[in-house]
């Protein structure tokens, strides 16, 4: 039997609570930045200001954009402009059973819609759900002539302007004002049951490796103070059918969303040590770095705590085919230096999209 608001997608939208559209005054400021050439800041939540290079630039808030513009549960898609807060959103999923399956982290209560796609960071559930981009459907961004465009669709078989979409996914808003998305969801998990195996690091990453191979329900597997910890999520009889296969204690749910937030001890403030984010191929052998490493996304991505020199460590990752990115303002250049091809191509969409540099300059690299 339908709820209600499944029968009338536009019940589901007025439901919502208030929002703001201050999509004009936005426009304004940009053309007027634009004119100046004034450097802008783009601005949301303030959670994610770490993640970047530090910019100079008059302030462009959006935290006052905000509301949900369109929600249909049935047809799995919602619209919600930028200044929404992320934790708003995912109430107003919850309440239908829904979720953004890609899990992505607040940092703070302040998180806001934009800064999850500015950003493009996805949670423990990556791997096996999709990333942040993978769900984006369309956008509607203002242009530095001041223009509001829309980019894409709310279905998935509209693809008109969908890469583009996809492309200020990570951009970190140097290439324009992201006004409002439109993404994927999909509906929660009936269960879920997380498990945690104490056993040594090598043998762990054997058996993600073996277990990838397999259609097992696992949807999370971080290796952290000597144990595996996996994350089961499906249908009731496969949920329970894999977790007496694999065995194990009982872990709290809460790990999962620890992780995801950093709030776990090994992300401590108080450790002085540098936090850099590894990004490597699947079954990656442990590095030869010092320092403490968490291992997520079944060792794909890592974190790791050391004083090792940037360059050094750089070039150990590269070497094993990833890259590694500062998560510490001030310790080093967040990014990974581009190489010139690739640096060519930024260049060049940079210079089409923000011909006079008003948009978030040098908060990825230095010379954009």
């Known amino acids: 039997m339908q709820h209600e608001q499944d029968r009338h997608p536009a019940l589901a939208e007025s439901q919502q609570g208030p929002g703001q559209d201050n999509t004009e005054v936005l426009c ?3 053309r007027q930045a634009n004119a100046d050439k004034t450097p802008l800041r783009i601005e949301g ?19 006052e ?13 919602v619209s919600v402009r930028a200044g929404t807060p992320l934790a708003e959103l995912e109430a107003a999923l919850d309440a239908e059973h829904q979720q953004l399956s890609c899990e992505p982290p607040h940092f703070g209560p302040t998180a806001t819609v934009g800064g999850m796609i500015a950003s493009g960071l996805s949670g423990p559930r990556r791997p096996w759900a999709g990333a942040v981009r993978d769900f984006v459907l369309g956008t509607r961004l203002i242009t530095y002539e001041g223009k509001h465009l829309r980019f894409g669709g709310e279905v ?49 990453l054997q058996r993600l490796a073996q277990w990838g191979r397999q259609p097992l329900p696992i949807t999370a597997a971080a290796y952290h103070d000597d144990a595996l910890h996996l994350r089961l999520e499906g249908g009731a009889s496969s949920v329970a059918a894999t977790r007496e ?23 401590d403030k108080k450790d002085s040590r540098p936090l850099w ?31 090792d020199e940037a360059d050094v460590l750089r070039e150990t990752v590269t070497q094993a085919g990833g890259h590694a990115t500062c998560f510490t303002a001030g310790h080093a250049e967040p990014f990974t230096p581009l190489s010139k091809v690739v640096a060519t191509y930024h260049r060049r969409l940079k210079t089409q999209l923000d011909p006079n540099g008003i948009f978030n300059p040098g908060r990825l690299y230095p010379e954009f």
């Open 245 to 267: 296969q694999l065995g194990g204690d009982d872990l709290v749910s809460s790990f999962w969303q620890d992780l995801r937030e950093q709030r776990l001890v090994f992300f």
């Open 277 to 307: 984010r590894l990004s490597l191929p699947n079954n990656t052998p442990p590095l030869a770095l010092d320092g403490d490493v968490l291992y997520d996304w079944a060792g794909a991505q890592r974190w790791l705590r050391s004083d």
């Open 65 to 77: 954009h905000r509301g949900i513009t369109h929600y249909d549960p049935v047809e799995l898609v």
């Open 45 to 63: 939540g303030g959670t994610k200001d770490f993640y970047g290079r530090r910019i100079e630039g008059d302030a462009l808030s959006l935290t």
């Open 156 to 204: 998935m078989k509209n693809v008109a302007g969908y890469d583009l979409s996809r492309l200020m996914v990570g951009a970190q808003g140097t290439l324009g004002v992201i006004t409002e998305v439109s993404l994927k969801v999909l509906p929660k998990p009936n269960a879920i049951h997380s498990l945690r195996l104490e056993l040594p690091l090598d043998d762990a």
């Open 28 to 30: 304004e400021r940009v």
